[in-house]
């Protein structure tokens, strides 16, 4: 159980195009779900906290407009990188808290962003 | 604000032998989670063990154990006959009890020799 996804796992684009990364909790539903970024041996950067419903909370120095965070259901949250660049490359992590005193985060597999 | 600490950036070892990965935090809060996570070649985040602040006892986990420390807010985590699966990269996190954020440490590679 407790299982996380990612899709797409792997994503090129052009400069300047957009792209949507989904996660989804396949068998519970998160109150609330997290997105991290990770550069080559580094530890994961929180990015924003995505809740059910309402807006993302964003890390101080992320971008809103950049990194469009949406959390439309209990089991589904999307980032979208608009206007991507060379420097937007790099690997997304997504997890989710499973809520209810429950103190683990469940992690997806990571989509690794290039940006051409 | 919390801070979490890894102060080796890599650590060696031999495949059956233990080796022992340092962690240290910084926090005000007497009521927390500690974890440490495994990060292999594949890029999947693993849960290896956690740690409630308010128990005592320090969590074990077949060959994974920690020495939890809470005076010296010193969570490091011993791994016992090493395998070379065990090759990652390994968190170590701290989370409120009464938030959902993680906090990371910056990471240790840990390479197994055979």
């Known amino acids: 159980g407790a299982v996380v996804s990612q899709h797409p796992s792997w994503v090129i684009c052009k400069s300047g195009t957009s792209v949507k990364i989904e996660c989804r909790s396949l068998?519970?539903?998160?109150?609330?779900m997290f997105w991290y970024r990770q550069f080559p041996k580094q530890s994961l950067m929180l990015m924003a906290t995505?809740?059910?419903?309402?807006?993302?909370?964003?890390e101080q120095g992320v971008e809103k407009d950049k990194f469009l965070i949406n959390h439309a259901s209990l089991t589904l949250s999307t980032l979208t990188v608009t206007s991507a660049h060379p420097e937007d490359s790099s690997f997304y992590i997504c997890s989710a808290d499973i809520g209810g005193g429950n103190n683990e985060q469940f992690f997806g597999p990571g989509t690794r962003l290039t940006v051409l | 604000a919390q801070t979490v600490t890894q102060s080796q950036p890599e650590m060696s070892v031999q495949e059956a032998e233990t080796v022992t990965l340092s962690c240290t935090y910084d926090?005000?809060?007497?009521?927390?989670?500690l974890f440490w996570y495994k990060q292999p070649p594949s890029r999947q985040m693993i849960l290896v063990i956690r740690q409630e602040a308010y128990k005592q006892q320090n969590a074990t986990e077949n060959r994974f154990s920690v020495n939890f420390q809470k005076a010296a807010k010193s969570f490091s985590l011993k791994i016992s006959d090493s395998q070379l699966g065990d090759a990652a990269m390994y968190f170590c996190?701290?989370?409120?009890?009464?938030?959902?954020?993680?906090?990371f440490g910056a990471g240790t590679i840990l390479r197994v020799k055979s």
């Open positions: 996190a701290y989370r409120s009890r009464g938030g959902n954020k993680l906090v």
């Open positions: 068998d519970f539903q998160a109150t609330t």
């Open positions: 926090t005000s809060e007497s009521d927390y989670y």
């Open positions: 995505s809740n059910e419903g309402s807006k993302a909370t964003y």
